[in-house]
């Protein structure tokens, strides 16, 4: 799997700069490792916040906060620290994220509502979420920095968009904000197949997950 730097060189290989980065953590000393140090940490962040990536989707029972909620809502709760993008919030009694549970009967083949809530900051810099739900789960998109999580796809967009970053300040000039469009282009068609594709995966493996075993269908 690809590393930090791996990714890294590959980016400046489609700006075909030929110096190769050791390390960017620290920076090895090069302006090329020094320019990654910088702009890598952003360009991973904004492809994350991209898509609900089936690397990155995780989930969590939200801690409850003491403190008093705006009126319309019952609870706060504080959002994980490694919270990248809200998904969904997930009530706790329901069977699966798609039926629920109501006075012990299951009532299957309704997708259920989604929970209303609200994300706001709190004066200490807390954030928290406001919501009627009680005991509520998370489903978000966490900060994933191990590169081994990522998919082939995700690293290839990443490195695309971190061309784009780059060419400024590698090559400069009208020069360096041309190559940056053309990066910027060749992104957003790599990010593209990557979101399909992520997507087709996770539609495939929650249709076998609902679909009814061997023995049941043969009955």
Request: hydrophobic share 40%.
């Amino acid at each position: 799997m690809a590393s930090a730097v791996d990714i890294c060189n590959l980016a400046l290989g489609h700006l075909g700069d030929d110096a190769t980065v050791s390390s960017i953590s620290p920076p090895e000393g090069s302006s090329q490792a020094e320019h990654c140090q910088r702009f890598y940490p952003i360009a991973r962040d904004l492809c994350l916040e991209a898509h609900e990536w089936g690397f990155a989707t995780t989930r969590a029972t939200l801690a409850a906060l003491s403190n008093t909620p705006p009126p319309g809502f019952t609870y706060v709760y504080q959002l994980p620290s490694d919270c990248r993008n809200i998904v969904d919030l997930v009530d706790p009694n329901a069977v699966s994220d798609f039926h629920c549970v109501d006075y012990g009967q299951h009532w299957h083949g309704f997708d259920q509502e989604p929970v209303p809530y609200e994300l706001e900051t709190l004066a200490d810099g807390t954030q928290v979420i406001y919501t009627n739900l009680a005991g509520a789960q998370l489903r978000y998109i966490r900060g994933v920095t191990d590169t081994t999580k990522f998919s082939a796809q995700f690293v290839d967009a990443l490195a695309w968009l971190l061309a784009a970053y780059l060419a400024g300040p590698v090559i400069k000039g009208d020069t360096g904000m041309q190559v940056g469009q053309a990066m910027m282009r060749a992104f957003i068609g790599s990010i593209s197949q990557a979101k399909t594709s992520d997507a087709n995966n996770r539609r495939r493996s929650r249709a076998q997950s609902e679909r009814n075993p061997s023995w049941i269908a043969n009955r």
